[in-house]
């Protein structure tokens, strides 16, 4: 127990706080800019920004999740980390499982509290944003599975990073349709399909990403 | 020193280890009891760090099986230690998962020559710094086995002594030691191997 906490400790010393290149706080910035943007673009049109607002802000939670993918697991797997700790009888299992774990806590709450701005800037009403924030918890952590199993998947492929995102981006459609479906149908069956998805990326990503690093190795 | 309840050995039998579709070795055997050490000799991409991978369980061997007993540390080109954090701090980082937190670290780093070095971040240590702090990282793990692949790339002619000195220590503390060099490597009762005997 003591020694999960001591990775995960240094996951989200990585991850959070950002010793490797700008942590939590990119895709934030990313994702921000996007709801910012958006307006810019579409002209001043309250209810067409209310209506498509929502849509907006599902697509931009997805791609800032895809930035920071690349750093996920490959540094390790180069720094020879999951090696030593496979020596010590740490599985690939609890080590993809606990970046699933911090990968979500560096994007998922600051991603629901940078929603809030976001919805402003795009005027949605106090009962959409309810649905928005709902379906970000219900959706992240599933693209944080999704995320990490991508990375350890694509790690030491040359244009990983690209590939990865593009990997990404077909594997998610099932979340983004439930998260932001649940908008229009203002209801909490999408938000709840929404969590479904997340938990089966959940069940599957530390299985998947623990042989994929293993298979790496030969 | 650290060999625990049972004494450390590592028992190979006719290993054999293919890379893509080259045969690099067949029918090597090896067995090593507590205070025994091993050199792999041979020319560069013979196998000498294959081998160490399948000893230490990274790899399946194509052919032939490995039995150890006692935990295994590795050093090999790659630190393991996060080069953006000062190398106290990334040393730290193991000394919790090997559960040697406590332990004074003071020792180690004084017998490398680490001990003013804590403070630098480990991305602007030499090639012959990082070499020791990974040995650093050997000895707080406390580990019976020891594989060692190239451990004197990099090194000064002080710090080659050093290590060697530490090897002897390690092994006339019971433990195993099995070493990858091209290099010549100075210890008593040492064994060598030719990796060039078992090329396919």
Redesign the interface.
Known sequence: M??LT??LR?DLA?MLFG??RGGAVLPILFFLSVAMLYPFAIGPDAPLLARTGGGVIWVAALLAAILPLDRLVEPDI????F??????G?SEEWVIALRVLAHWLSFGPPLMLAAVPASALLGLSSEALRIVELGLLAGTPGLAALGVTVAAITAGLRGGAALSGLLVIPLAVPLLIFGAGSLSTGGEGGVALTGAVSLVLLAIAPFAGGAAVRAG?? | MQAGTQAARIDAKGLACRRGDRLLFAGLSLALGPGEAVQLMGANGIGKSSLIRILAGLMRPYAGDVSRIGQVGLVDERPALDPQLPLGRALQFWRGIDGAADVEQRPSLALLELDGLTDVPVRYLSTGQRKRAALARLLGQGAPIWLLDEPLNGLDTGAITLVEGLVANHCRGGGVVVIASHQPFALAGLTRIAMADYAA
């Not at chain 1, 180069?78 to 980390?81: I, W």
Request: proline share 0%.
């Open positions: 003591k020694l001591g990775l240094r990585q010793a490797r180069e720094l020879g980390m090696d030593q700790w496979a020596l010590r740490i190795r030969d």
